[in-house]
């Protein structure tokens, strides 16, 4: 029996997540992921208009905003076989492209860099190497000695104050960070770079969304922004975007590829063997044929084996979840029914309830989503944009195809698709433009609410594959469900006792100092977990909160 480790609450993401792993002989033998808090989204729209989901349903999540209410609305229009104007697919596609700029930029630096970088070494850094190492590794000149200087002299004031602010909490001088001092002080100042970028890239959102966050300009049948779609709105687009590309291209890329020389021994670990992509970015109204970023199902690692994922193969199994125990569902005909789970976590037996999250399965196997699963996907379609950037990093790095399959691969994934959605989003504003000149303004299409009707929303954002299924009944929401991103990665076992994702992938992790588990952290924030949009449970029939206490 080896030693039990639980980090709770895990700190840098979004929402409440516990992780208990059992290391023995120096690696995670074992993992359990409990989200340990609710909320209750699915049940407050029953009865309600169909037409209000979207905006109750971005209210699952502050960072995961206009993501539900895309899938919200898809899922009504599906039920009523709406097809929207061209123009507000663009317009669409224009919005979830600025989510996934944004939030991917916020994830490497401000969520999981501190994994890797040690901030307090970076006091013993010279700047001028600093600067050498700067210029070396991006194509634009950055960031000069004086800056890295006044950088170095800031941490410097944090520390000796003990007051690390952002910087606080963290296992500094553990053996497993690797970066040389120099690294660790450029890191450090494109940390705070980054976070004046992100508010650049949050405004962005904010240009057709009318706010950030819980954008404003949907609606079912295409949206309501048209009457801004002047030259100054879409300038302030693009300028915005092209802003954003030339900080991904000039710093946030290098920085990942040079953060990862470092640490290519963590292409062997942290990997799954099961992947999941619902696509995103349609061309047209065909889907999933004009998807940018594919649709796809990936298992056993082959990736000669992707095929067109069945949404209907979709289940949630609940036998380790704090709910009553009954078959696994598909989710249009899901079942929220919660227990008083106590005041233990139960990881100790097979038949132990841990987690307030379900235990999503795709033909029965659980699956990763996210950026690796959609990287991982459309590199084995051989996608013209996707394949030859993959095939770069893998030459800088020196690393084989198979090193996706990882902790560092999926970091790596994440920065990729980045750079690749955001330089095809010029061509969809182009799109945009040229419909406009050709006189053709309309971006929302008339329809009627049907008497009855099932439906569903898929799409891949920013964390994964995300759906949502609708029921509607005389003009009102009879049932609603969401399947979304973290419930997939952080789920626990089912009840054939096959575990979740993030439980797979730390299996093996190393362990140096089990009263400093910085490798699990690393793994653990590489799926970027977002428990807020996981987590949404109440009791149907009183509207009761259970309240439980986590250890």
Not at 224 to 231: E, F, P, Q, R, S
Not at 232 to 251: A, G, V, W
Not at 366 to 382: D, I, S, T
Not at 426 to 441: A, F, S
Request: with cysteine; proline share 6%.
């Amino acid at each position: 029996m080896g030693r039990r480790i639980v980090i709770d609450p895990i700190t840098r993401i979004e929402g409440h997540l516990r992780i208990e792993v059992e290391v023995e002989k120096g690696r995670v033998k074992n993992a359990w992921s409990t989200g340990t808090l609710f909320r209750g989204i699915e049940t407050i729209l029953k009865g309600r208009d169909p037409r209000d989901a979207w905006l109750i349903t971005q209210r699952v999540c502050g960072v995961c905003t206009y993501v539900h209410g895309a899938a919200s609305i898809r899922a009504v229009e599906n039920a009523a076989g709406v097809v929207i104007p061209p123009n507000a697919r663009i317009l669409r596609n224009l919005m979830m492209s600025a989510q996934f700029l944004h939030d991917h930029v916020v994830h490497f630096y401000h969520l999981h860099a501190l994994d890797w970088v040690d901030v307090v070494n970076a006091l013993t850094a010279d700047p001028k190497k600093t600067a050498d190492l700067a210029n070396s590794i991006s194509k634009k000149p950055g960031m000069g000695v004086k800056d890295f200087e006044e950088v170095k002299s800031k941490l410097k004031t944090f520390v000796e104050s003990g007051q690390l602010g952002p910087f606080a909490n963290a296992y500094w001088g553990h053996p497993a960070y690797k970066l040389p001092p120099e690294a660790n002080l450029l890191a450090s100042a494109h940390y705070l770079r980054a976070l004046r970028q992100q508010v650049k890239m949050a405004r962005t959102h904010a240009i057709f969304g009318g706010k950030n966050p819980h954008l404003q300009s949907l609606c079912v049948g295409g949206v309501t922004c048209g009457a801004y779609l002047n030259v100054d709105r879409i300038s302030e687009y693009l300028f915005q975007l092209n802003e954003s590309i030339d900080f991904i291209e000039n710093i946030y890329i290098p920085d990942v590829l040079a953060v990862a020389a470092f640490y290519k021994d963590w292409g062997g670990i942290g990997g799954c063997d099961n992947f999941l992509a619902w696509g995103e970015f349609p061309a047209s109204q065909k889907e999933p044929e004009s998807l940018y970023m594919p649709r796809g199902f990936l298992s056993n690692r082959k990736l000669g084996s992707v095929k067109i994922p069945d949404p209907d193969r979709v289940t949630e199994d609940v036998k380790r979840a704090w709910y009553e125990d009954g078959k696994s569902l598909h989710p249009s005909r899901g079942v929220t029914n919660p227990i008083n789970p106590g005041p233990e976590v139960d990881t100790s037996s097979n038949d132990g309830k841990y987690s307030w999250l379900k235990a999503p399965r795709y033909d029965g196997k659980a699956c990763e989503v996210g950026p690796l699963a959609r990287v991982l996907v459309a590199y084995n379609q051989g996608h013209k944009d996707i394949k030859p950037v993959v095939g770069y990093v893998l030459k800088v790095l020196d690393v084989p195809v198979s090193a996706l399959f990882s902790t560092l691969g999926r970091t790596a994934a994440r920065a990729i698709e980045t750079l690749v959605i955001a330089k095809e989003t010029q061509k969809w504003v182009q799109e945009l433009i040229e419909n406009l000149k050709k006189g053709d303004t309309r971006t929302v299409e008339k329809w009627t609410m049907p008497d009855h009707a099932v439906g569903f929303g898929l799409n891949d954002v920013p964390r994964g594959s995300l759906g949502h299924w609708i029921e509607i009944e005389n003009n009102s929401i009879k049932n609603y469900q969401m399947v979304v991103p973290s419930t997939w990665n952080l789920g626990p076992r089912d009840h054939t006792g096959q575990v979740g994702p993030v439980e797979e992938a730390l299996v093996g992790t190393p362990v140096h100092d089990p009263k400093q588990p910085l490798e699990v952290l690393r793994t653990v924030h590489s799926f970027d977990p977002c428990l807020a949009c996981a987590v949404h449970v109440i009791d149907p029939e009183t509207n009761e909160v259970y309240r439980f206490r986590a250890t």
